[in-house]
């Protein structure tokens, strides 16, 4: 709206200028010959500019009668037992939110889309790694647990206070470092000690002298574990993801021995 308005206050500045120069040549009614000339191209320049704003004017009628030709085929593809809409102007507005609404959803789609609940049991033909994880206080010996992701509603319903700067795609790339270090400390202690490593056996060795009687059947990881399988910086932003995720119930804490164990729920 504002362009149009610099534009119609140029035009009419443009009028007022060749006015002026037509009451000065009353006056002087020989005007030069450069004088006249000036005049000459300022209507013309004026004349021009209006001839542009006129093409452009029809041309956004004719894109603002095609979206109403889309709007109203939509409407009717969704209601056909309606050929014209009530109050048609309504329906319109409405299309139009909808359509934006639409193309928000479109433009900023998540990377992770989480699920939760209704999920389907465990096919034979499915690697045990991707199969889904049921809940429950016993370690299945086939599979390890993994942290579900965040939702955007469970996110939107953490405080403010909690989240400070921290987004919702940064909150669930903490939850796929989590998993990361869960999935390769439970894949060290289910290795047969035979096969281990100097390395791999002393992490083993001191994965089960973390454990405790509250955490046993419990998948679980404390910081150094997070050190070891990924690239998580562990600082005061980490505390408050860990946070975050006590918030949502993927998480909780059982200190013990100068240790926070981090146990999935």
Same mark, same amino acid.
Do not use: W
């Given at each position: 709206?504002?362009?149009?308005?610099?534009?119609?206050?140029?035009?009419?500045?443009?009028?007022?200028?060749?006015?002026?120069?037509?009451?000065?040549? &009353?006056?002087?009614?020989?005007?030069?010959?450069?004088?006249?000339?000036?005049?000459?191209?300022?209507?013309?320049?004026?004349?021009?500019?209006?001839?542009? +704003?006129?093409?452009?004017?029809?041309?956004? =009628?004719?894109?603002?009668?095609?979206?109403?030709?889309?709007?109203?085929?939509?409407?009717?593809?969704?209601?056909?037992?309606?050929? &014209?809409?009530?109050?048609?102007?309504?329906?319109?507005?409405?299309?139009?939110?909808?359509?934006?609404?639409?193309?928000?959803?479109?433009?900023?789609?998540?990377?992770?889309?989480?699920?939760? =609940?209704?999920?389907?049991?465990?096919?034979?033909?499915?690697?045990?790694?991707?199969?889904?994880?049921?809940?429950?206080?016993?370690?299945?010996?086939?599979?390890?647990?993994?942290?579900?992701?965040?939702?955007?509603?469970?996110?939107?319903?953490?405080?403010?206070?909690? *989240?400070?700067?921290?987004?919702?795609?940064?909150?669930?790339?903490?939850?796929?470092?989590?998993?990361?270090?869960?999935?390769?400390?439970? *894949?060290?202690?289910?290795?047969?000690?035979?096969? +281990?490593?100097?390395?791999?056996? *002393?992490?083993?060795?001191?994965?089960?002298?973390?454990?405790?009687?509250?955490?046993? =059947?419990?998948?679980? &990881?404390?910081?150094?574990?997070?050190?070891?399988?990924?690239?998580? *910086?562990?600082?005061?932003?980490?505390? =408050?993801?860990?946070?975050?995720?006590?918030?949502?119930?993927? +998480?909780?804490?059982?200190?013990?021995?100068?240790?926070?164990?981090?146990?999935?729920?």
């Amino acid at each position: 709206m504002s362009d149009l308005e610099e534009v119609s206050r140029h035009i009419h500045d443009k009028i007022s200028s060749v006015r002026r120069m037509l009451d000065l040549s &009353v006056i002087a009614p020989q005007l030069p010959p450069s004088q006249v000339k000036k005049l000459f191209q300022e209507v013309r320049a004026v004349e021009s500019l209006l001839q542009e +704003l006129e093409t452009c004017v029809a041309r956004q =009628g004719d894109q603002l009668k095609s979206l109403k030709v889309l709007l109203l085929s939509c409407y009717r593809t969704c209601h056909p037992a309606l050929q &014209v809409p009530p109050y048609r102007k309504e329906y319109e507005r409405s299309f139009q939110h909808d359509f934006e609404a639409l193309q928000h959803l479109k433009d900023n789609v998540p990377k992770h889309m989480p699920k939760r =609940g209704n999920e389907p049991a465990p096919s034979q033909d499915m690697p045990a790694e991707t199969q889904p994880i049921q809940r429950g206080n016993a370690r299945n010996k086939s599979h390890v647990k993994q942290m579900e992701f965040v939702t955007t509603l469970e996110f939107d319903n953490i405080p403010q206070y909690m *989240k400070g700067r921290v987004i919702y795609e940064q909150l669930n790339a903490a939850v796929r470092s989590i998993n990361d270090a869960v999935s390769g400390k439970y *894949k060290i202690l289910r290795q047969p000690a035979k096969s +281990l490593n100097n390395n791999t056996r *002393k992490l083993s060795q001191r994965f089960k002298e973390e454990e405790t009687k509250d955490t046993k =059947g419990q998948f679980f &990881v404390v910081e150094t574990d997070i050190r070891e399988f990924t690239q998580m *910086k562990i600082d005061k932003r980490f505390q =408050g993801i860990m946070s975050m995720l006590r918030h949502c119930q993927r +998480l909780r804490e059982s200190r013990g021995n100068n240790l926070t164990r981090y146990v999935l729920l």
